[in-house]
Nanobody
Framework: QVQVIESGGGLVQPGGSLRLSCVAS????????LGWFRQAPGKEREFVGG????????LYADSVKGRFTISRDNAKNSVYLQMNSLKADDTAVYYC???????????????????WGQGTQVTVSS
């Protein structure tokens, strides 16, 4: 069974940091674009950032640029989201998504991805 599983969410104070991980199983991510999305209560799911297959082209939403960093380790079949200077507005369920055989830029739209994880909750609160 092919799946991606997120981990690393939790409760953190404003200004704190968290590192989310997403590991794929059942299929290599080596030629895939990977994206991070989030959805807050009562809001639509939004693009956080995405990384291309080689890891040399990374896109970020304006709301997280300069605070969040995406990286990948193809040997570990994993992608990561380092989140610094967290704000209350970052509170959401965070999802990892994979678009197989994508050698271009990571898409910004949720519907462009082939497989999504179950999500991990991130809560920023004092």
């Amino acid at each position: 069974q092919v799946q991606v599983i997120e981990s690393g969410g939790g409760l953190v104070q404003p200004g704190g940091s968290l590192r989310l991980s997403c590991v794929a199983s059942g299929r290599t991510i080596r030629t895939s674009a990977l994206g991070w999305f989030r959805q807050a209560p009562g809001k639509e799911r939004e693009f956080v950032g995405g990384i291309n297959w080689a890891g040399d082209s990374i896109l970020y939403a304006d709301s997280v640029k300069g605070r969040f960093t995406i990286s990948r380790d193809n040997a570990k079949n994993s992608v990561y989201l380092q989140m610094n200077s967290l704000k209350a507005d970052d509170t959401a369920v965070y999802y990892c998504a994979a678009r197989w055989n994508n050698l271009g830029l990571a898409p910004r739209t949720w519907e462009s991805y082939d497989l999504w994880g179950q999500g991990t909750q991130v809560t920023v609160s004092s």
